[in-house]
């Protein structure tokens, strides 16, 4: 069986999740779940970045030792995350033993390489980044441009992570291989920091004096590991770098490294130069996926607007913040997100278009064909046409654009409505043409068959639903597991069964009701 091995970003644990974290992990989450629906083994693997200065700060501020602090608020985002239906196959966390030893045991194979030099430093670090910034890119206040506080003067003896050495490999990789990192722009973006003679060497240790809460660096009491070299390592350590040598075989390289356009450079230039120097293989691919913005303004603390993605699933449920999420922008550029087009979206395409198709087909199989899937096989046109949808929504997906492979599903969706208008089954079956009306619901049934597949990635718990009231008796995640162990793709994909009893439940979605505005 073909294996996929997804990641997401591990979120700095120093503040809660917000909906832009939520928005990364519900897409990889759909890309897991559509990879274990074509068979695929999937490995997913999401978590939390634990080290670091404003890790260190904010348990400070809390009161409360860093640890500890760690430990509450993994418990936070586990939550979020399985408030959300993200189905994870492993939750890593910077502070684990083997991490360490993993983040460690990197350091000297950079070490043993003779890529590691120590020498003294004088820069401004920025704590919102963990990374060094220029002063000519700040902004007029002298404050980092993305977390809007001012960057602080260090000065101090660390040791130098030789880049230069591999900025030459990292660009041919990259010209060789463009689907290692997608989307375009990111790739012309990261290329062109390539050539800027102004990337050079990086420190990968702070000095104890300066950080206290971090990976030791081995041999040195003085130092610890810089929390990007540490975080990275997360990618390995989750298939069981270094001891585990079997399931890193099975599952390294990654397939896909799915992060926020604001982190590229350390996923696409430092990580790979880190790895060729370790000896491992790089990865598949790095997406760096736009940002969403609240009501047009960047999440911010600050500004208030952080909107606790738990609180969203409890009140419209996790199914339509996926959907809405997902197809409020594309996915390679920053969009927006509101209640109000939550709500638009999600009663226009899942409650009316997709609920209307489910119940009108259902009434009408109950009516006029016993509950029972007719005995019909389906024309040639419409046999091409959910051939074209599975393809195209296949190559939407390969391609992370979600909001795509969603936008062709429910033009077919809306276009079997249409048909349905068009031909007036309940007519047909009035006149006594009774295999012309079935024919016309086999198609429905046939196309809400695909459909709830292909959705499920996305909107798994309507999806079982519509499933089930389509007459199946296990569930889609049962087919899926039972694949598991037989090793084949396409029980999901047969077409349905005649003779099969559809069972008419009332809404799989319910029409979410529009907030009265106070004004
Ligand atoms: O960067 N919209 O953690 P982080 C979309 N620990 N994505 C967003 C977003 C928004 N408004 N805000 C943040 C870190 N993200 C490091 C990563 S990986 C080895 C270490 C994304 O908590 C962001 O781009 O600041 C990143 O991919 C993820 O959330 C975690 O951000
Ligand atoms: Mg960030």
């Known amino acids: 069986m073909e294996k996929y091995y997804i990641t997401t970003a591990i979120d700095y644990v120093n503040a ?21 629906l074509l068979g695929r083994k999937v490995f997913f693997v999401t978590g939390l970045d634990e080290h670091g200065s404003k890790i260190e700060k904010a348990a400070k501020q809390a009161g409360i030792e860093p640890q500890k602090f760690c430990d509450q608020m993994a418990e936070e985002f586990k939550s979020a995350w399985h408030s959300l239906d993200i189905s994870y196959d492993y939750f890593i966390r910077t502070t684990e033993k083997r991490h360490y030893k993993a983040s460690q045991e990197v350091f000297s194979r950079l070490q043993a390489k003779g890529d590691i030099y120590k020498s003294s430093y004088t820069g401004l670090y920025c704590e919102g980044c963990e990374d060094f910034v220029r002063e000519r890119d700040l902004d007029e206040n002298g404050n980092c441009p993305a977390h809007k506080t001012k960057p602080k003067e260090v000065s101090e003896e660390n040791y130098f992570f030789k880049l230069t050495k591999y900025k030459a490999d990292i660009k041919k990789w990259l010209l060789d291989n463009p689907n290692a990192l997608r989307p375009e722009s990111r790739f012309k973006q990261v290329l062109n920091q390539l050539d800027d003679p102004e990337l050079g060497d990086f420190s990968v240790t702070r000095s104890r004096a300066s950080l206290n809460w971090g990976v030791p660096v081995p ?10 070299l540490d975080a990275l390592t997360n990618y390995i350590t989750a298939v069981g770098f270094p001891d585990d040598t079997k399931t890193m075989d099975q599952y390294w390289p990654a397939d896909l490294h799915l992060i926020g356009k604001d982190i590229t450079k350390f996923h696409a230039i430092y990580w790979p130069a880190m790895l060729i120097s370790a000896d491992l293989a790089l990865p598949k691919q790095v997406y760096g996926h736009g940002f969403i913005t609240v009501e047009g303004q960047k999440i911010s603390k600050s500004l208030g607007n952080v909107i606790d993605p738990m609180a969203l699933a409890a009140e419209y449920s996790p199914d339509a913040v996926r959907f809405a999420l997902l197809s409020c922008t594309p996915f390679d550029q920053d969009g927006d997100f509101s209640k109000e087009e939550l709500i638009r979206k999600v009663n226009a395409d899942l409650a009316n278009n997709l609920g209307n198709l489910l119940n009108r087909t259902l009434t ?23 051939g074209t949808l599975r393809a195209n929504f296949a190559t939407h997906m390969s391609r992370l654009e979600f909001a795509k492979a969603l936008e062709v599903t429910f033009l077919m969706v809306d276009s079997t409505n249409k048909y349905i208008n068009d031909k007036k089954p309940w007519a047909l079956f009035k006149e006594g043409k009774q295999a012309d009306g079935e024919a016309v619901l086999y198609t429905s049934l046939e196309v809400l068959r695909l459909v709830t597949v292909l959705l499920y990635p996305f909107i798994p718990n309507i999806a079982e639903g519509i499933w089930s009231q389509l007459g199946f008796e296990k569930t889609i995640a049962e087919i899926i597991k039972a694949q598991d162990s037989i090793g084949s793709h396409d029980t999901l994909f047969d077409t349905i069964k005649t003779g099969q009893l559809t069972k008419l439940t009332g809404p799989v979605f319910k029409r979410i009701e529009e907030p009265v505005l106070s004004s």
């Open 16 to 36: 809660k999740p917000h909906v832009g974290h939520a928005y990364e992990k519900i897409a990889a989450d759909v890309l897991a779940r559509f990879y274990r």
């Open 364 to 386: 009408l199989v109950q009516k006029n064909c016993n509950g029972t899937v007719p005995n019909v096989s389906l024309d040639k046109d419409w046999t091409d046409q959910l």
């Open 219 to 228: 041999g040195d009491d003085n130092q610890v590991i810089y929390v990007w």
